[in-house]
C-alpha cells in the first residue's frame, strides 16, 4: 500500500474531501469550511466549482452541500467532449485507447463475473437479436453498451470503468448510435454471440479472439460515417 501523504498539487477544499471519510457525504456550509480551511469566501467559491465540475460534490437548494462518490467520468468527459469539439478524429484515438483497455482486462474482468452476470449478458444478446430481426428494424445501441460495461462491471478500478463508460458517452456524442448498416450490425452482434457463448462456456480465450475481430469493426464504422 502506498504511504499516504499530503499532495501539495490539490487546492486546500480537495484537500479537505480526500481527508475525510467518504461516508460523511454531508459537509459543512461555505462560512465553516472558509473558517476551517482559513481561506476567503471568494477563494472557496473558486475551488468548489472546480469540485462541482469534476463530479465530486453537488449542491441542492434544500440538502445543501454534499460529497458524491468518487468517478472519474466528468473529469475525462470534459477533456474528451473539448478534444473531440477541437477535431473529431481525437474520438478515433480514444477509441483505439478503449478498444486496448478491453483487450488489456478481458481475461481479468470475465474471471470476476457471476452466474447472474452471464445470465444477463445472453439476455442482452437476445433482445439485440430481437430488435435486429423485428419489423421495423431497431438499432439495438443500449443493449451494445451495456454489454460491453456489463464484462468490466466487477473490475475494482475506478478508471478503468471511466474511461469505458466516457468512451460510450462520447460513442454517443458523436452520433454513432444512429448508424445503420444492417450488414454491420448483424456482423457487431455476431461476434457479441461468440464473446457471450464463450464466457458461459469458461473459455476465456476464444472470447477473447471474437473481442480483437468485433474491435477491429469499429475503424470501418467511424469511416464509414464521415
Excluded at 56 to 82: C, H, N, W
Excluded at 194 to 205: K, R, Y
Aim: net charge negative; hydrophobic share 40%; aromatic share 10%.
Amino acid at each position: 500500500m502506498l504511504r499516504e501523504r499530503p499532495s501539495p498539487n490539490i487546492s486546500e477544499f480537495l484537500r479537505y474531501l480526500a481527508s475525510h471519510d467518504e461516508s460523511e457525504d454531508k459537509l459543512p456550509s461555505l462560512n465553516d469550511l472558509s473558517r476551517e480551511l482559513n481561506i476567503s469566501l471568494a477563494s472557496l467559491r473558486e475551488q468548489l466549482e472546480v469540485a462541482r465540475a469534476l463530479g465530486l460534490v453537488e449542491i441542492k437548494p434544500r440538502t445543501g452541500m454534499r460529497r458524491k462518490p468518487y468517478s472519474f467520468v466528468p473529469a475525462v468527459k470534459q477533456s474528451l467532449d473539448y478534444a473531440i469539439a477541437m477535431n473529431r478524429d481525437h474520438f478515433i484515438a480514444f477509441a483505439d485507447l478503449r478498444q486496448n483497455i478491453e483487450l488489456a482486462y478481458w481475461h481479468k474482468a470475465v474471471k470476476l463475473l457471476t452466474s447472474e452476470d452471464r445470465a444477463y449478458l445472453g439476455d442482452l444478446v437476445a433482445r439485440a437479436w430481437e430488435k435486429l430481426r423485428g419489423s421495423p428494424i431497431e438499432i439495438p445501441h443500449s443493449e451494445h453498451r451495456e454489454l460491453h460495461l456489463t464484462i468490466y462491471r466487477r473490475l475494482d478500478n475506478p478508471f478503468v470503468s471511466g474511461l469505458l463508460q466516457s468512451y460510450w458517452d462520447a460513442y454517443e456524442a458523436v452520433g454513432l448510435n444512429f448508424f445503420t448498416d444492417y450488414n454491420y450490425l448483424t456482423q457487431v452482434w455476431n461476434y457479441h454471440q461468440q464473446m457471450v457463448n464463450a464466457i458461459c462456456n469458461n473459455d476465456a480465450e476464444a472470447g477473447y479472439k471474437a473481442l480483437s475481430e468485433h474491435t477491429d469493426l469499429i475503424h470501418h464504422l467511424i469511416s464509414s460515417s464521415k
